[in-house]
Each structure stands twice: as structure tokens, then as C-alpha cells.
């Protein structure tokens, strides 16, 4: 059921771009009008992550002489027909609140964590119970397994998390 929701309806446009070489303080006017993201393009390499107001504060970076190159995130890019399980699972590997949403080279918009699992939680989703989202066939290894192995696994079954359990 979950594996036919695709992103493309929780796709919004509150972004901007950026170019990687800007002052930090060049992105905080930009979020003075209410944007929440901005999509950091490097002149060579295009696309190459995000930066929110957020990340900047953090930074405590000067914002006159600091560059956005020095705090963006790399965020990987989304396809609109992505479906919910693999979006979830891009923001909880790479740590971001938000998520591009590409088409080819050109950008649709932007995904916010925070939207997709308030639109989730409001939905029908809600009353799933966990029997209808778990991995039934679940690969697991114990604690006593070479790290090596268990690096083959992850790559051979093409999964990103592995259960250990206890060999008692």
C-alpha cells in the first residue's frame, strides 16, 4: 500500500537557488522572504546539496566573509515518482529536513520532512498497524560476525540497515 504513494504530491516551491561561492550573507536575505530551503549549485558540478537558515546560525560563521560552500548538506536528488519508503529513508541517512525533487536536470521542487510525515500522519497511514509496514523476510546476523560479511550482505541484498541478535 505505502510502496504506491509517490512523493510527487508533496512536492512544494518555497526554495531558491544559490550559487556555492555566495556569502553566507547573500542566503540570509534570501531567507528574510520566507524561503525555507536554498538549493546550492556549484558553477562545475551543478547541484551538489542545500542549506537552510538553520544550518547557517549554527555555523556561527562570519556571513560576510564565509560562503555557503563552507555549510551546505549534501542532499541527495529525488525523482517524482520516488515512493515514500525510499524518500523516508534518503532524509534518515543523510540527516536533512528537506530533499530536492529533480526531473532530469531540471528542478520541480522541493520535499520538507516535516511536511511529508504531517501529510502522512493525517492520511490513512494512520491507521496502519506495524504487521502492514514490516520487512517480513528479515535478514539478520549476529554479533559475533565478521564486519567484512556483513558489508557483503548489505550490498548483495541492496539494504542500507541490518539487525544484529544476540547468539544466546
Same mark, same amino acid.
Given at each position: 500500500m505505502l510502496e504506491k504513494i509517490k512523493i510527487d504530491e508533496y512536492i512544494t516551491q518555497n526554495y531558491e537557488t544559490v550559487k556555492a561561492d555566495e556569502t553566507l550573507g547573500k542566503a540570509l536575505g534570501k531567507f528574510e522572504k520566507g524561503v525555507e530551503v536554498l538549493l546550492v549549485f556549484h558553477d562545475k558540478k551543478g547541484y551538489i546539496g542545500v542549506v537552510t537558515k538553520r544550518d547557517i546560525v549554527r555555523s556561527r560563521l562570519d556571513p560576510r566573509r564565509y560562503k555557503i560552500e563552507s555549510v551546505y548538506r549534501h542532499a541527495p536528488k529525488l525523482k517524482k515518482?520516488?515512493?515514500?519508503?525510499? $524518500?523516508?529513508? /534518503?532524509? =534518515? #541517512?543523510?540527516? $536533512?529536513?528537506? =530533499?530536492? $525533487?529533480? #526531473?532530469? *536536470?531540471?528542478? =520541480?521542487?522541493?520535499?520538507?520532512?516535516?511536511? /511529508?510525515?504531517?501529510? =502522512?500522519?493525517? *492520511? *490513512?497511514?494512520?491507521? /496502519? *498497524?506495524?504487521?502492514?509496514?514490516?520487512?517480513?523476510?528479515?535478514?539478520?546476523?549476529? #554479533?559475533? #560476525?565478521?564486519?567484512?560479511?556483513i558489508i557483503r550482505i548489505m550490498k548483495d541484498q541492496n539494504i542500507s540497515r541490518l539487525p544484529i541478535v544476540d547468539s544466546k
Amino acid at each position: 500500500m505505502l510502496e504506491k504513494i509517490k512523493i510527487d504530491e508533496y512536492i512544494t516551491q518555497n526554495y531558491e537557488t544559490v550559487k556555492a561561492d555566495e556569502t553566507l550573507g547573500k542566503a540570509l536575505g534570501k531567507f528574510e522572504k520566507g524561503v525555507e530551503v536554498l538549493l546550492v549549485f556549484h558553477d562545475k558540478k551543478g547541484y551538489i546539496g542545500v542549506v537552510t537558515k538553520r544550518d547557517i546560525v549554527r555555523s556561527r560563521l562570519d556571513p560576510r566573509r564565509y560562503k555557503i560552500e563552507s555549510v551546505y548538506r549534501h542532499a541527495p536528488k529525488l525523482k517524482k515518482d520516488d515512493n515514500v519508503f525510499r $524518500v523516508v529513508a /534518503l532524509f =534518515l #541517512e543523510n540527516e $536533512v529536513q528537506y =530533499l530536492p $525533487v529533480f #526531473e532530469n *536536470s531540471k528542478i =520541480l521542487g522541493v520535499v520538507s520532512i516535516d511536511s /511529508l510525515l504531517k501529510r =502522512l500522519i493525517n *492520511s *490513512s497511514i494512520a491507521n /496502519l *498497524s506495524a504487521k502492514d509496514v514490516m520487512s517480513k523476510d528479515v535478514i539478520t546476523v549476529n #554479533e559475533n #560476525e565478521a564486519i567484512g560479511r556483513i558489508i557483503r550482505i548489505m550490498k548483495d541484498q541492496n539494504i542500507s540497515r541490518l539487525p544484529i541478535v544476540d547468539s544466546k
